[in-house]
């Protein structure tokens, strides 16, 4: 099983920019990596996702223009770069890993069989 750790959220101005950190450990070949938000009464969230292997990548299309994701697979992280953060992006963001290879599918919570604790991101005007 993968483990998963997230860091790097904090309070934030509307506008601001912010990078999360999730850190992967244990067998990462043919998985997906992605991130997700939930917000207080909201259902979880797709953000985007990233093949392991070959750096593929997916983003929701609510994020796409101001959110990308990235590897570094020397040091075994998957990166959410946020900029130009709304009010709206407020929310518990979590990363996820599921064995398989990107596709429609990554955009759905219930097939990742690892998740981290999360890291709060809070956007405030």
């Known amino acids: 099983q993968v483990q998963l750790a997230e860091s790097g959220g904090g309070l934030v101005q509307a506008g601001d920019s912010l990078r999360l950190s999730c850190t992967v450990s244990?067998?990462?070949?043919?998985?997906?990596i992605g991130w997700f938000r939930q917000a207080p009464g909201k259902e979880r969230e797709f953000v985007a996702a990233?093949?392991?292997?070959?750096?593929?990548?997916r983003v929701a299309d609510s994020v796409k223009g101001r959110f990308t994701i990235a590897r570094d697979s020397a040091e075994n992280t998957v990166y959410l770069q946020m900029n130009n953060l709304k009010q709206e992006d407020t929310a518990v963001y979590y990363c996820?890993?599921?064995?398989?290879?990107?596709?429609?599918?990554?955009?759905?919570?219930?097939?990742?069989?690892?998740w981290g604790q999360g890291t709060q991101v809070t956007v405030s005007s």
């Open positions: 244990g067998r990462t070949a043919r998985h997906t």
């Open positions: 996820a890993a599921r064995q398989g290879e990107l596709s429609s599918i990554s955009g759905y919570s219930g097939y990742y069989s690892s």
């Open positions: 990233i093949s392991w292997s070959t750096g593929s990548a």
